[in-house]
T-cell receptor
Framework: ETGVTQTPRHLVMGMTNKKSLKCEQH?????MYWYKQSAKKPLELMFV???????ENNSVPSRFSPECPNSSHLFLHLHTLQPEDSALYLC?????????????FGPGTRLTVT | AQSVTQPDIHITVSEGASLELRCNYSYGATPYLFWYVQSPGQGLQLLLKYFSGDTLVQGIKGFEAEFKRSQSSFNLRKPSVHWSDAAEYFC????????????FGPGTSLSVIP
């Protein structure tokens, strides 16, 4: 595997379910990001991890819980979601969490909450 | 904090025609500037970036962008569009302070007519 991978690619879950999104980067980077991409809205930064430490939580509801066990893996744990949480969730990585470093994106997980 | 706008939500061009996508930013100094492309079902991919120096930047896939400080713009251009260029294009701005985040514009959707 190369680059940034995300699993699953598609997920349908009910509002009472618990699920997790997984992201893995094979680039040797030290920063990882979660973004939410909804139709008709700009890309929303959710969380940033730099050297496994969370450095950004962009006022994300507690029903989204990130986990970064090491610099290569990032998870987004989901529980009791709402229909408005349906979106494409993108993971990205960069050398460090500085704005000078380009970000490499995974293909995303298309989440549908029913 | 920095901000970025992309005035055109959607653009349609004929294959072989030239293309210019507009990007305007707001920041007190020269920022880091990026253009990313997102093909359907994919994550974002970096086309090019500007940090300093020559204001005309060359990128991948035949794209270029010009930084104009006086207009606070970083417009993306391509002399001859191919059908495979149909995608969503995002301009992004990063501030030159440590660990500041990158802000993405709302995107411009490009359609290409055969």
């Amino acid at each position: 595997e190369t680059g940034v991978t995300q699993t699953p690619r598609h997920l349908v879950m009910g509002m009472t379910n618990k699920k997790s999104l997984k992201c893995e980067q094979h680039l040797g980077h030290n920063a990882m990001y979660w973004y939410k991409q909804s139709a008709k809205k700009p890309l929303e930064l959710m969380f940033v991890y730099n050297f496994k430490e969370q450095t950004e939580n962009n006022s994300v509801p507690s029903r989204f819980s990130p986990e970064c066990p090491n610099s290569s893996h990032l998870f987004l744990h989901l529980h009791t979601l709402q229909p408005e949480d349906s979106a494409l969730y993108l993971c990205a990585s960069s050398q460090e969490a500085r704005s000078s470093y380009e970000q490499y994106f995974g293909p995303g997980t298309r989440l549908t909450v029913t | 904090a920095q901000s970025v706008t992309q005035p055109d939500i959607h653009i349609t061009v004929s294959e072989g025609a030239s293309l210019e996508l507009r990007c305007n930013y707001s920041y007190g100094a020269t920022p880091y500037l990026f253009w990313y492309v997102q093909s359907p079902g994919q994550g974002l991919q970096l086309l090019l970036k500007y940090f300093s120096g020559d204001t005309l930047v060359q990128g991948i896939k035949g794209f270029e962008a010009e930084f104009k400080r006086s207009q606070s713009s970083f417009n993306l251009r391509k002399p001859s569009v191919h059908w495979s260029d149909a995608a969503e294009y995002f301009c992004a701005v990063g501030a030159k302070t440590s660990y500041d985040k990158v802000i993405f514009g709302p995107g411009t959707s490009l359609s290409v007519i055969p």
